[in-house]
């Protein structure tokens, strides 16, 4: 609203001299107030607007927004200005209050992205925490981050232990023609093979994927390329080479960095469960939503008026 009143503030002159009830005309200085709280304002709009999409990873771009904000903040809080830094000191305090904890989540997903790995971490939190706490807090994000590499390794080892177990009563190939089976057993050349193969791969290898994946550059696009860059793709095109840590990977950057996408969502059941379809069941309400997702995705066809007038024209899928 203040942003958009700037636009018209030579209108507010003129609608006092044709308007003798309008007694609420802004001042210079009043203006010059709304110019210098909007830009602090539009730091904030802007990193509600990124960490809120719903159509991109989000919780690996929460760390730098919140950066961000705390950057403003600590140069606002030397404003010129009174009324600035008054208001700042509060919104410090507000900041400080809850993000005085390092949010390991928040961390770990930033550490993820190949573009920033532990640098945004280095870089951020100079900014975000006293000085006193700063290798601290990064010391805290790496023993969770080991941490949580370990539990995934040992899941994923165990899996796969399962099915070499479930798998020893012998194995056959089929050739390309079809026509002729031959069935392995532990005789065979390629059995004797798998036998080293399992032997050698049991070893734990002396640099972990984690180790190998934070040691390397982090990953570099031109600018115009990282506004569209998906760090959950990035993991899918390297699943070969972190196997366990590709895995870790898409499981956290899943996590949606703010609950707006999920209230939207819920927000959707009312649209399709009225009082004329209440007993549908949850798998066709489920259907429903899904289906309607994909088709706009597949159409391009995007949500964002937030009037019911202005709502893009939806496809009907048929029960």
Same mark, same amino acid.
């Given at each position: 609203?203040?942003?958009?009143?700037?636009?018209?503030?030579?209108?507010?002159?003129?609608?006092?001299?044709?308007?003798?009830?309008?007694?609420?005309?802004? %001042?210079?200085?009043?203006?010059?107030?709304?110019?210098?709280?909007?830009?602090?304002?539009?730091?904030?709009?802007?990193?509600?607007?990124?960490?809120?999409?719903?159509?991109?990873?989000?919780?690996?771009?929460?760390?730098?927004?919140?950066?961000?904000?705390? &950057?403003?903040?600590?140069?606002?809080?030397?404003?010129?200005?009174?009324?600035?830094?008054?208001?700042?000191?509060?919104?410090?305090?507000?900041?400080?209050?809850?993000?005085?904890?390092?949010?390991?989540?928040?961390?770990?997903?930033?550490?993820?992205?190949?573009?920033?790995?532990?640098?945004?971490?280095?870089?951020?939190?100079?900014?975000?925490?006293?000085?006193?706490?700063?290798? &601290?807090?990064?010391? &805290?994000?790496?023993e969770a981050l080991y941490a949580l590499y370990e539990e995934y390794y040992e899941v994923i080892r165990a899996e796969e232990?399962?099915?070499e177990q479930s798998g020893e009563g012998g194995s056959s190939f089929t050739s390309g023609g079809g026509s002729c089976v031959?069935?392995?057993?532990?005789?065979?050349?390629?059995?004797?093979?798998?036998?080293?193969?399992?032997?050698?791969?049991?070893?734990?290898?002396?640099?972990?994927?984690?180790?190998?994946?934070?040691? &390397?550059?982090?990953?570099?696009?031109?600018?115009?390329? %990282?506004?569209?860059?998906?760090?959950?793709?990035?993991?899918?095109?390297?699943?070969?080479?972190?196997?366990?840590?590709?895995?870790?990977?898409?499981?956290?950057?899943?996590?949606?960095?703010?609950?707006?996408?999920?209230?939207?969502?819920?927000?959707?059941?009312?649209?399709?469960?009225?009082?004329?379809?209440?007993?549908?069941?949850?798998?066709?309400?489920?259907?429903?939503?899904?289906?309607?997702?994909?088709?706009?995705?597949?159409?391009?066809?995007?949500?964002?008026?937030?009037?019911?007038?202005?709502?893009?024209?939806?496809?009907?899928?048929?029960?």
């Open positions: 609203m203040l942003s958009i009143a700037l636009k018209f503030k030579d209108a507010f002159p003129l609608f006092k001299e044709r308007e003798p009830q309008y007694k609420y005309l802004p %001042s210079f200085e009043d203006w010059d107030r709304v110019r210098n709280v909007c830009q602090i304002l539009q730091v904030f709009s802007l990193a509600t607007n990124i960490m809120s999409g719903s159509e991109y990873p989000t919780s690996n771009l929460f760390l730098s927004e919140i950066y961000r904000v705390k &950057e403003v903040l600590k140069s606002k809080a030397l404003d010129e200005n009174d009324y600035i830094k008054d208001m700042v000191l509060k919104m410090n305090e507000k900041f400080d209050k809850y993000w005085g904890e390092c949010n390991l989540l928040m961390s770990i997903a930033a550490v993820l992205d190949p573009r920033c790995k532990m640098k945004l971490i280095e870089f951020c939190f100079p900014i975000i925490y006293p000085c006193w706490e700063v290798s &601290e807090k990064i010391k &805290e994000v790496r232990s399962m099915v031959t069935e392995l057993n532990e005789d065979s050349g390629w059995s004797k093979f798998h036998q080293f193969v399992r032997t050698t791969e049991s070893i734990p290898p002396s640099k972990s994927e984690l180790d190998a994946y934070l040691e &390397e550059s982090i990953h570099q696009c031109k600018p115009e390329e %990282s506004m569209n860059f998906d760090a959950v793709a990035w993991w899918g095109l390297n699943n070969l080479k972190f196997r366990t840590l590709s895995r870790m990977a898409c499981d956290i950057l899943a996590i949606p960095a703010s609950t707006v996408a999920s209230e939207a969502t819920f927000s959707a059941g009312g649209r399709i469960i009225d009082s004329y379809r209440s007993s549908l069941a949850i798998e066709t309400v489920q259907a429903l939503v899904c289906g309607a997702d994909w088709v706009r995705n597949l159409h391009g066809v995007k949500e964002k008026a937030s009037k019911t007038e202005d709502m893009p024209q939806e496809v009907v899928l048929p029960i």
